[in-house]
């Protein structure tokens, strides 16, 4: 799991180690068909639309 933290404002946020920030629950679902998209089985990171020339 890649999560991304973006501070839109223009005040300074302060990240010190210990700090929580993040909460975060997975669940195991069943779906009405079975996913076959683009991430399914990837190893590495796979960088958005707009960035992946960029990256």
């Not at 700090?19 to 991430?39: M, N, Q």
């Not at 990837?42 to 990256?55: A, H, S």
């Amino acid at each position: 799991i890649t999560i991304e933290v973006v501070n839109e404002s223009p005040n300074a946020i302060v990240l010190r180690p210990g700090l929580r920030f993040l909460h975060l629950i997975l669940i195991r679902a069943e779906g009405a068909s079975r996913y076959l998209g683009r991430y399914q089985g990837q190893r590495g990171v796979t960088p958005p639309k707009g960035l992946r020339e960029e990256c």
